[in-house]
């Protein structure tokens, strides 16, 4: 069975529907009209790279999505027929979708010179010359990422994230899942953008699948998401049973979950160009 941690709640209270825009189109087959080159959804808005088209045969009308956790607007659109209509749409709509863009956390992009999140501190991303693993200097919150050039640079920033957040989340994993007399099979360190982390059982080991951007949240965020998934080691659900496990590991299970909810789109911030 496989349970998930989901920031679905966060999501629902702040993305918001644009759905009054009826354009009552008449469901056709999806055909490509003649001489119009093939459209492969889904894709980004070619001024806009905030604006993903998404094609839906089952939509009834055009509508705007917010998804803050992916920090971008999707533009849900009723079949190939309305593809022109849904970009003009989206024109006409510029103002909503910056508002609602802008509400977010400001970006932390990948950049030398640039702050972000680790562990709960701010970061100043810098970029010596020369080369070499990245080093932090925790003292002066200073992360020294060596790149041969530019372009390389956000890449090897993320990776050294992934990698720190790894080596976290496997230590929490196998400390919780002591407590508990279970054993870990596999941690993996992903870039799940809507849950923090899973956990599956099998043959007696648990199976977790974690978000990196956890290693941007304080140590007690990251060690209660790691808590959680092991307790689900032994109550595959939520139930009440479920959080008298966690909370007989864990100390900080309602402050973290109010973490969460309140910062979590700051995660989600972390490593964003826009
Ligand atoms: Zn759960």
């Excluded at 001489?35 to 980004?44: S, T, Y």
């Amino acid at each position: 069975m496989t349970t998930v941690e989901r920031i679905t709640e966060i999501e629902a209270e702040r993305s918001k529907v644009m759905s009054g825009f009826l354009l009552n189109l008449a469901r056709k087959k999806p055909s490509t009209p003649k001489g119009e080159a093939k459209v492969l959804f889904p894709f980004r808005d070619e001024d806009d790279p905030r604006i993903v088209y998404k094609l839906s045969e089952r939509a009834r009308r055009i509508s705007l999505k917010v998804n803050t956790a992916e920090r971008e607007v999707s533009v849900i659109v009723p079949g190939i027929r309305a593809l022109s209509k849904a970009k003009k749409f989206a024109r006409e709509q510029q103002d909503w979708i910056d508002v609602q863009l802008e509400a977010l956390p400001p970006p932390q992009p990948f950049l030398p010179g640039a702050s972000i999140l680790m562990r709960g501190e701010l970061y100043e991303l810098v970029s010596p010359p020369g080369r070499g693993r990245p080093k932090v200097n925790h003292e002066r919150r200073i992360i020294n990422v060596p790149a041969p050039d530019a372009e390389s640079f956000p890449g090897r920033v993320r990776r050294f994230m992934i990698r720190e957040a790894r080596e976290e989340l496997e230590a929490a994993s196998h400390f919780y899942a002591d407590k508990l007399g279970k054993r870990i099979g596999k941690v993996s360190v992903r870039d799940t953008s809507s849950r923090w982390g899973s956990c599956i059982t099998r043959k007696g080991e648990g199976h977790i699948s974690y978000s990196w951007r956890l290693i941007s949240a304080p140590p007690f965020v990251l060690d209660y998401v790691a808590a959680h998934e092991c307790a689900h080691m032994i109550e595959a659900n939520h139930s009440q049973a479920f959080w008298d496990v966690c909370a007989s590991i864990n100390d900080d299970v309602k402050k973290a979950k109010t973490w969460l909810r309140k910062n979590g789109a700051h995660l989600h911030a972390v490593g964003a160009e826009w």
